[in-house]
């Protein structure tokens, strides 16, 4: 099992910057990428950033695309991912997964943390 904690959630004004991180713990071993999606309220999950645990690999989705980083510390086990220029429509319940064998967009991710909320004020 990989136990996931996503923190550095909370509330900013349109065009200021957070960063998330996701501290993994347990069989970190399995990882094979880590990735990250949101939820708005009523809406369905959606893809953010993935990145792969032992290369510098990463997907973005086009919405986040030259505005969102991920990154890795894989000595500290955690994924970081830097949100600047925040938009309104980025306000969301944040995610972290991990996946064991795959680097991938799709929500077929093996370990999910509990959610870090992000709200952007207009």
């Known amino acids: 099992q990989v136990q996931l904690v996503e923190s550095g959630g909370g509330l900013v004004q349109a065009g200021g910057s957070l960063r998330l991180s996701c501290a993994a713990s347990?069989?970190?071993?399995?990882?094979?990428?880590m990735g990250w999606f949101r939820q708005a309220p009523g809406k369905e999950r959606e893809f953010v950033a993935a990145i792969r645990w032992s290369v510098s690999m990463t997907y973005y989705a086009d919405s986040v695309k030259g505005r969102f980083t991920i990154s890795r510390d894989n000595a500290k086990n955690t994924v970081y991912l830097q949100m600047n220029s925040l938009k309104p429509e980025d306000t969301a319940l944040y995610y972290c997964?991990?996946?064991?064998?795959?680097?991938?967009?799709?929500?077929?991710?093996?370990?999910w943390g509990q959610g870090t909320q992000v709200t952007v004020s207009s």
């Open positions: 347990g069989r970190t071993f399995s990882i094979y990428a």
């Open positions: 997964a991990a996946h064991r064998d795959r680097l991938t967009t799709s929500p077929s991710y093996d370990y």
